[in-house]
């Protein structure tokens, strides 16, 4: 809280996420055309907005792509403004909704957290079948070789899969790819594809998850929500050794 208020305390920095807020996803050049200073100034200024969680960053070639994450906004406004009127992820689910760029080039949703883990941890939480079970009420089944078919099964026992798909990268314990479908879905557009970035800054692991090719607006506001509440259950389960209470994240 001390980075994001920090972050905040200074006009240009607001700025910034003023202009994220209208078009997300934009290169360092594209923030500067409005600023009168320097490449360097505003690459300080983004980043201590990354620093604060309030920036997260994704690669495209050779551009690094800027996205405004709400989420610590949205633990100000949940701890001192309205705790006790809005759920959880209200805000961070209608903030998505109205910033997000729909270009084919950008991801469709980005989300960065924060977990006091190492990447081995973070790494096995999102591929071992019985910690998946215990946070995401699924297991994922796969061996994570390159090229081997996965599968998110129910925990009920039935061994039905809600989502199926292919491992396309797999570098552990720094990077997941895998593509995303119901089973026996078919799109023109081929599936959507999940990555799942862990980068290790000191005793805290960086987790960036980005979910591309999603069809409209519908499915985009799916993904933020369930993510968000997803990524937060790991985040509790890895830091506290169980996951949060079933009532606070819907598995049935």
């Known amino acids: 809280?001390?980075?994001?208020?920090?972050?905040?305390?200074?006009?240009?920095?607001?700025?910034?996420?003023?202009?994220?807020?209208?078009?997300?996803?934009?290169?360092?050049?594209?923030?500067?055309?409005?600023?009168?200073?320097?490449?360097?100034?505003?690459?300080?200024?983004?980043?201590?907005?990354?620093?604060?969680?309030?920036?997260?960053?994704?690669?495209?070639?050779?551009?690094?792509?800027?996205?405004?994450?709400?989420?610590?906004?949205?633990?100000?406004?949940?701890?001192?403004?309205?705790?006790?009127?809005?759920?959880?992820?209200?805000?961070?689910?209608?903030?998505?909704?109205?910033?997000?760029?729909?270009?084919?080039?950008?991801?469709?949703?980005?989300?960065?957290?924060?977990?006091?883990?190492?990447?081995?941890?973070?790494?096995?939480?999102?591929?071992?079948?019985?910690a998946t079970a215990a946070y995401w009420g699924h297991s994922n089944v796969s061996d994570w070789q390159v090229g081997s078919s996965w599968e998110h099964v129910r925990i009920d026992g039935s061994g039905v899969a809600d989502?199926?798909?292919?491992?396309?990268?797999?570098?552990?314990?720094?990077?997941?790819?895998?593509?995303w479908a119901g089973p026996g879905e078919e799109r023109p557009d081929g599936p959507s594809k999940v990555t799942f970035d862990i980068k290790a800054l000191g005793d805290v692991v960086r987790l960036t998850v980005t979910h591309e090719n999603l069809r409209d607006e519908a499915e985009k506001r799916q993904a933020a929500g369930g993510w968000s509440t997803v990524l937060s259950n790991l985040k509790t389960y890895l830091e506290t050794g169980s996951p949060l209470p079933v009532d606070l994240w819907g598995r049935r």
């Open 1 to 130: 809280m001390d980075k994001v208020f920090k972050a905040l305390a200074d006009p240009t920095r607001r700025y910034l996420l003023d202009r994220l807020h209208e078009n997300n996803g934009q290169s360092l050049g594209e923030l500067c055309e409005s600023l009168a200073m320097s490449r360097q100034s505003a690459t300080q200024h983004l980043g201590l907005l990354e620093a604060a969680n309030l920036v997260s960053t994704v690669r495209r070639g050779r551009e690094k792509l800027h996205y405004l994450n709400p989420v610590p906004l949205h633990e100000i406004q949940e701890r001192w403004i309205d705790k006790f009127e809005r759920p959880r992820l209200r805000a961070l689910s209608a903030l998505k909704e109205r910033a997000e760029a729909a270009m084919s080039t950008k991801p469709d949703f980005v989300y960065t957290t924060y977990i006091h883990a190492t990447p081995e941890k973070v790494w096995e939480a999102l591929t071992d079948a019985e």
């Open 163 to 179: 989502v199926v798909g292919t491992v396309v990268e797999s570098d552990p314990p720094k990077r997941l790819v895998t593509t």
